[in-house]
T-cell receptor, first 112, second 110 residues
Framework: GAGVSQTPSNKVTEKGKYVELRCDPISGHTALYWYRQSLGQGPEFLIYFQGTGAADDSGLPNDRFFAVRPEGSVSTLKIQRTERGDSAVYLC??????????FGPGTRLTVL | AQSVTQPDIHITVSEGASLELRCNYSYGATPYLFWYVQSPGQGLQLLLKYFSGDTLVQGIKGFEAEFKRSQSSFNLRKPSVHWSDAAEYFCAVGGNQFYFGTGTSLTVIP
């Protein structure tokens, strides 16, 4: 079956702009996660959804970052007033009941 | 605090040699433990996982890992490395939220 998909695969934007990153989880997976991976680092947790609600958003670095999952499936990560330090690969993962997370290929965000 | 330490930033092995990648964790409860592999430009692929039971777990591509509670370790092993195993390897611990190590980059020499 289809895995987790993320769009776009690459996004280049200018400092101060707004961006949206999309994640399509595996069908039927109730949990969805966002991570950020900077160069040479492991993925860093941002936010976790169970269904439509954010069960844990403790990893969001500041209020410029926001994520939604209005219908309990697709999720969008939104970043306002982007900064150069936001440049990273943003990973999405989904899981069902097994605690095993399946990762998408990521969106590489570059802020110029 | 929950954390994962992968002490080896980079490892080089010859093809056919054995491999061990180290992982130590700090976690408040009984951990769920994972090893993922990431090739350049690719997403994270799960190699194996430990939830409970037998502390020696088998994964894909001939990898195995052993959970040692007394040492808070979950080291990844492979008896004979193939050139295609060259990649970045990440250990992770957690339940709903994963904590990842910084990764170990594996180079395989022909």
């Amino acid at each position: 079956g289809a895995g987790v998909s993320q769009t776009p695969s690459n996004k280049v934007t200018e400092k101060g702009k707004y961006v949206e990153l999309r994640c399509d989880p595996i069908s039927g997976h109730t949990a969805l996660y966002w991570y950020r991976q900077s160069l040479g680092q492991g993925p860093e947790f941002l936010i976790y959804f169970q269904g439509t609600g954010a069960a844990d958003d403790s990893g969001l670095p500041n209020d410029r970052f926001f994520a939604v999952r209005p219908e309990g499936s697709v999720s969008t990560l939104k970043i306002q007033r982007t900064e150069r330090g936001d440049s990273a690969v943003y990973l999405c993962a989904s899981s069902h009941a097994s605690n095993e997370q399946f990762f998408g290929p990521g969106t590489r965000l570059t802020v110029l | 605090a929950q954390s994962v330490t992968q002490p080896d930033i980079h490892i080089t092995v010859s093809e056919g040699a054995s491999l061990e990648l180290r992982c130590n964790y700090s976690y408040g409860a009984t951990p769920y433990l994972f090893w993922y592999v990431q090739s350049p430009g690719q997403g994270l692929q799960l190699l194996l996982k430990y939830f409970s039971g037998d502390t020696l777990v088998q994964g894909i591509k001939g990898f195995e890992a052993e959970f040692k509670r007394s040492q808070s370790s979950f080291n990844l092993r492979k008896p004979s490395v193939h050139w295609s195993d060259a990649a970045e390897y990440f250990c992770a611990v957690g339940g709903n939220q994963f904590y990842f190590g910084t990764g170990t980059s594996l180079t395989v020499i022909p």
